[in-house]
């Protein structure tokens, strides 16, 4: 018990930030993460033991924050990629020497907004964190090969996104 | 495409996104639930030999009133002993002395915790909440209830009802309810009594004792301890949701989600209460018998018409339905001769109209 308490205490501010990079509403994210938690409290004698128990995690966690996105879209009628902005966390200027900083960090979620979550969700697990494709298609229970071709659209489309197109590196000098 | 963000950039670009929010200091309240559950929960397989030991107390509770329970009458074994069970009187063991609001349980219905020092439980499968330990192990819970009729020489009623009063007293009861006659001519008493259960068989032996003519003696005896311990489940399966609102009403952001479950919250509450007091009930009628003494000078009537054969209890019928008809006629008969008187008046006064009438016209 000790050791699933510690681990889950170690994995929630991950598990937090990644819920809120995929709904981009901090306070829909946290209740999504304590919903997850408590589920996956409640049944951690089914826990695999392992590496495969992050994959699992993430199932979990993904599996309610997708469940809040097609609640809130069944509700509101608004598509997926409406819903980020209009629950967009507050984009006040932050002080002088974050600016910059901030006003990327918000460039990136707008970006991630713009996804479809098929696409977003992928790309978090795997970008923040840190699940490899194998673990990604455990957590959204779909085959490595998908998963694979979702990162690879996801990175295709967020490299055309004018908002970070400074970071983009041409690609024969990334190859 | 000629164009690709990196994996690093990539990486970089959605941690300092990511960094943008701030993790709650309050973390996720499975700590608290945690918590609880790491101070409540047994060590290594503990909990199944506490399970073991419920499980075998709530047997020999369910098993002992059946040998020992049932109903009986007016014979020397007229009562028969029912289960002993000392602690389920006043003693420290009464429910009433149990704490009340220290079982807990996730919302899940798994991590269970007891009052200090009691038995635990083992986490549950998810929905399902097992009765506290303590609840089983405490006594078995017997509703007992009695009822003995008497009869004695006219001039004695008074005294043995005086008798009746000391035998209770003694046994640490009261009198909650008592009807007497004592001044007419056939004097009756009838009191119904609350008597430690420890003390119940004692006072009807000693009733039974006092010199007047025992006509009756009736004992009963209900095992209600599955439905104490259900209902004390009930309690603690509730007082757990309860306190899960409260850990999510702490946290409830708008006053929309603050009323939800805030009203949740007073859904479950009455839910407690209205169980809270079953078991009270329960507890109460549990730990004291209730026994009625009915004292007379003749046997109560439906001692006689026990006693007597068929055709004497057709010929009391025949009779009783002659006198009943005879007075439903007699009943009826004051509304006809009220009509009947007004019509008579009316008559006379119409004559002596007409003839006065008449004279005047002539």
Redesign the interface.
């Known amino acids: 018990?000790?050791e699933i308490?510690q681990w889950?205490?170690r994995d929630?501010?991950t598990a937090?930030?990644?819920a809120?990079?995929v709904l981009r509403d901090?306070?829909e994210?946290?209740d999504a993460?304590?919903e997850a938690?408590?589920?996956v409290?409640?049944?951690?004698d089914a826990i695999p033991a392992g590496d495969a128990r992050k994959a699992w995690l993430y199932r979990v966690v993904v599996n309610a924050c997708v469940s809040r996105i097609r609640s809130e879209k069944s509700r509101t009628g608004k598509d997926d990629g409406d819903l980020g902005l209009l629950t967009l966390?507050d984009a006040s200027p932050s002080p002088h020497a974050a600016a910059e900083?901030?006003h990327?960090?918000?460039d990136?979620?707008a970006a991630?907004a713009d996804l479809p979550e098929s696409l977003r969700v992928p790309?978090?697990l795997r970008?923040?964190a840190g699940l490899s494709e194998k673990e990604i298609a455990v957590a959204i229970d779909r085959r490595p090969g998908t998963v694979k071709s979702r990162l690879y659209d996801a990175?295709?489309r967020?490299?055309?996104d004018p908002r970070?197109a400074a970071?983009?590196?041409?690609?024969?000098a990334?190859q | 495409v000629n164009a690709m963000l990196t994996d690093d950039d990539l990486a970089r670009l959605l941690g300092d996104a990511a960094a943008t929010f701030e993790v709650p200091d309050q973390g996720p309240v499975l700590d608290k639930l945690v918590v609880r559950k790491r101070s409540f929960a047994l060590p290594g397989k503990g909990w199944q030999l506490t399970a073991a030991a419920a499980s075998v107390l709530v047997l020999g509770a369910l098993l002992v009133p059946s040998l020992g329970g049932g109903t009986s009458s007016s014979s020397s074994t007229a009562v028969k002993s029912a289960p002993s069970n000392a602690d389920n009187g006043l003693g420290a063991n009464s429910p009433q002395t149990e704490k009340q609001g220290t079982f807990t349980i996730t919302s899940g219905g798994s991590a269970a915790g007891l009052a200090p020092g009691s038995p635990r439980l083992p986490a549950t499968a998810p929905g399902t909440v097992k009765a506290p330990a303590a609840a089983v192990a405490d006594s078995a819970k017997v509703v007992k209830t009695g009822t003995i009729t008497l009869l004695a020489d006219k001039d004695k009623v008074s005294a043995l009802v005086v008798s009746v009063r000391g035998l209770v007293a003694g046994a640490g009861g009261y009198v909650s309810d008592s009807t007497s006659q004592e001044l007419t001519a056939d004097p009756s008493a009838t009191l119904t009594m609350r008597i430690p259960v420890a003390a119940f068989d004692t006072v009807i032996g000693k009733v039974r004792g006092l010199g007047a003519k025992v006509v009756s003696v009736d004992s009963k005896g209900k095992d209600v301890t599955a439905s104490y311990a259900d209902t004390e489940a009930q309690i603690a399966s509730l007082k757990a949701a309860r306190n899960r609102f409260l850990v999510i009403l702490s946290g409830a952001r708008s006053i929309g989600d603050t009323l939800s479950v805030q009203q949740r919250v007073d859904d479950v509450q009455g839910q407690i209460d209205r169980l809270e007091g079953q078991r009270r009930l329960l507890a109460d009628q549990s730990s004291l018998a209730t026994l009625t003494v009915t004292v007379g000078v003749k046997a109560p009537a439906a001692v006689q018409a026990k006693e007597r054969g068929g055709l004497s209890r057709s010929w009391d019928r025949a009779k009783h339905g002659f006198t009943s008809g005879a007075e439903g006629i007699v009943a009826r008969s004051g509304r006809a001769l009220l009509v009947l008187l007004v019509l008579g008046l009316a008559l006379v006064v119409g004559r002596v109209g007409w003839r006065l009438a008449r004279r005047r016209l002539l």
């Open positions: 018990v000790d308490e889950l205490k929630y501010p937090y930030r990644t809120c990079l901090p306070i994210a946290q993460v304590q938690f408590l589920r409290w409640r049944f951690r966390p900083h901030a990327l960090a918000d990136v979620v991630l790309l978090v970008f923040y990175r295709q967020l490299a055309l970070l970071w983009v590196t041409p690609q024969e990334a």
